[in-house]
């Protein structure tokens, strides 16, 4: 919330495609996290780090019928969120954040 609230232009839209693209993993590897805000996104002040996910104590698999249903009302769940914390800038630009969300995956990069 703090990076996406100060970063610049450039630096913002990266750290949302990148958002986006962690939430695409998360959704295939684990399911929807149950509180998903922008308190629960870490990332580095220069949008080019990695992007953590924490607190997923309550994620659910995302099996089943309405699967992409639920996806997307985890996604949702993101931009109330936004919404709420008065992140405009994060919110108007919000579709760089979709955008990353359903790109292909990038192969992981090894250490």
């Known amino acids: 919330a703090v990076v996406l ?20 993993s998360l959704h295939v590897a684990v399911g929807v996290h149950a509180d998903l805000n922008a308190h629960n996104i870490l990332v580095t002040e220069d949008g080019e780090g990695p992007v953590f996910v924490i607190d997923l104590d309550r994620a659910t698999d995302l099996e089943g019928p309405g699967t992409g249903r639920r996806a997307r009302a985890n996604l949702e769940r993101l931009r109330r969120s936004f919404r709420k914390l008065g992140l405009r800038d994060a919110l108007r630009e919000w579709e760089y954040l979709e955008r990353g969300y359903e790109a292909p995956p990038r192969p992981p990069v090894a250490a």
Do not use: N
């Not at 609230?5 to 695409?24: E, N, Y």
């Open 5 to 24: 609230a100060s970063a610049p232009g450039a630096v913002r839209v990266i750290t949302l495609d990148r958002i986006g693209r962690a939430f695409r």
